[in-house]
């Protein structure tokens, strides 16, 4: 009888074990869901470069979208109180590999011939959309590093096409992407593993869903190179990391 | 002057050192490319053998292209356009989607075709067997090909008649995806965009022009033209119509791109139609359909 019991003890045991184990990894994933954050702004200190006009007087499509305030160049765009906007922030050590995915499909429009947004990061394997509301034809030309593993390709949107639904296989910071038939169309594909975030018109950003741990976040700006900064995340609180970039 | 001698021999060591360290950075390239010297390529019922292909390289090719396949002959300085750097993978004339590889008989074909308005010349002379052998040591400077297989070729269906109504329909699909943008309106490489157009390497290039009778990069045939708006000339600004261009509509489009070359025997047909029509330019400036 009292043997018996044991044995049963034996067999019950391990599964408790299991579960238990299971639990505890299950909470923690919850907890990398609705995790900790990395919140800061990034600045430029001195003067802002020079940002050049553009001249789309070569297609009258183009020029007529832009007739009220003349576009320019978006290199370096400096918003309120010096904030940098188009910088991508992005966990460059740390990850655990538990963090979320990135579900979200954004989009990467082409609207008054320019890129809209004009830097999009992507977490890899990421789908996004290529669309276009002009009434001008564009070609999309990525043209990612021959090293990188990332293969480029070259497609046509005339008025009306439909979306190009893609993504990026490999990690890359980052990849250009051009029009042949608008030269001045520019942007870029920040392809980073984990989350990131991108700072908006005051320089702020918040990269969400970053499990407890210790990280080196990397601020990557187009012009003005990337930087670094270590940061410790504490479960279900925001982590500060604020940047300043010297304006050359 | 012992110690003048003890200097420069001094310095013909660090020299020495440097120049070991320089040529081992480049054994290392050409180590990775000679690990790959078991390609090999199939087209037709022929196959073909990176390693056979070595010595045609060495003596036809490689002033241009270089040693290590990047495009870096000794010649390449001189050329305009440049040579292709095999390294990187990305070929213009494929039968495949942008963005994919091309397949053995698209590089078969390249070679035995030539590059017109280049120096790359019509390569008939050398056997089948030969152009196939060079197909696999092309393949052999690319890590892509070991890892990634070439795409899928598109369908072209069979080609219809040619009537005026699918000229005229040619003619819309020409103002409807905007091929004026570059190639102009009569298709004089002279569009708005034509002058500020690069390479992938930023270096300039032009648009295909279609009156001044020379031959299309990659090929003459009605087939070819077809699949060169289709599957775009990766590497370069002609990006892929695909998406946008039907198959029974891209037939049209070759119907009336002939309209524009000048009288031959290949376009009588359509040059005809285009004249009884009175088929004007497209209008730039018309709305966007």
């Known amino acids: 009888m009292k043997s018996q019991y044991g044995r049963k003890l034996a067999s019950v045991l391990p599964a408790l074990v ?231 | 002057m012992p110690t003048k001698l003890l200097t420069w021999s001094w310095l013909v060591g660090v020299l020495a050192a440097l120049l070991l360290a320089a040529t081992s950075q480049a054994q290392i390239t050409s180590y990775e490319e000679k690990g790959r010297l078991n390609t090999d390529s199939h087209v037709g019922k022929l196959t073909g053998h990176a390693q056979n292909a070595a010595a045609d390289y060495r003596r036809y090719c490689v002033g241009c292209h270089g040693e290590l396949g990047d495009g870096n002959g000794e010649n390449a300085p001189w050329l305009d356009p440049k040579p292709r750097d095999f390294t990187l993978g990305i070929f213009k004339c494929r039968s495949t989607p942008t963005g994919t590889l091309p397949t053995d008989q698209d590089l078969y074909d390249t070679i035995g075709r030539g590059l017109d308005r280049s120096n790359m010349p019509i390569w008939n002379t050398l056997t089948k067997q030969e152009r196939v052998d060079l197909v696999a040591w092309v393949k052999h400077f690319s890590p892509r090909f070991q890892k990634e297989k070439p795409g899928a070729p598109i369908e072209i269906p069979a080609e219809p008649e040619v009537t005026p109504e699918r000229v005229k329909a040619g003619q819309d699909v020409f103002a409807r995806v905007q091929c004026w943008k570059c190639h102009g309106v009569e298709g004089m490489a002279n569009g708005p965009s034509a002058s500020t157009l690069t390479d992938d390497l930023n270096r300039p290039i032009l648009p295909y022009n279609f009156t001044d009778g020379s031959r299309p990069k990659c090929g003459t045939s009605d087939q070819d033209i077809y699949r060169i708006f289709m599957t775009g000339l990766d590497g370069t600004p002609m990006p892929s119509f695909s998406d946008n261009i039907k198959p029974d509509e891209a037939w049209d489009l070759v119907f009336y791109l002939r309209t524009l070359q000048p009288h031959n025997t290949f376009n009588m047909k359509e040059r005809q139609i285009a004249k009884q029509l009175g088929l004007k330019p497209v209008n730039p400036n018309a709305p966007a359909q």
């Open chain 1, 18 to 248: 299991l579960v238990g184990v299971g639990a505890v990894i299950l909470s923690q994933k919850v907890n990398a869901a609705g995790g900790g954050s990395i919140t800061g702004t990034v600045k430029l200190s001195g003067t802002a470069p020079h940002m050049k006009g553009i001249d789309m007087s070569k297609d009258p499509v183009c020029s007529k979208a832009h007739e009220s305030s003349p576009a320019q160049m978006e290199n370096v765009v400096v918003g309120q109180g010096d904030g940098l906007e188009n910088v991508v922030l992005y966990i460059s050590q740390g990850l655990t590999g538990n963090e979320a995915a990135s579900t979200q499909e954004p989009t990467f429009d082409q609207k008054g011939c320019m890129y809209t947004p004009h830097v999009l990061a992507l977490d890899v394997d990421q789908k996004f959309k290529v669309t276009t509301g002009d009434q001008t034809t564009h070609n999309i030309h990525p043209l990612p590093s021959p090293t990188a593993g990332n293969i480029g390709w070259n497609k046509s949107q005339p008025p009306g096409a439909p979306p190009i639904e893609t993504s990026w296989k490999n990690e890359e910071v980052a990849i250009p992407v051009k029009c042949n038939i608008h030269p001045w169309m520019h942007g870029w594909f920040v392809v980073v593993k984990g989350p990131y975030a991108t700072t908006d018109n005051k320089g702020s950003y918040t990269i969400q869903n970053v499990p407890a741990g210790s990280y080196t976040v990397t601020a990557w700006q187009e012009d003005l190179g990337t930087q670094t900064a270590k940061v410790t995340v504490a479960a279900g609180s925001a982590a500060k990391a604020d940047f300043t970039f010297k304006g050359k």
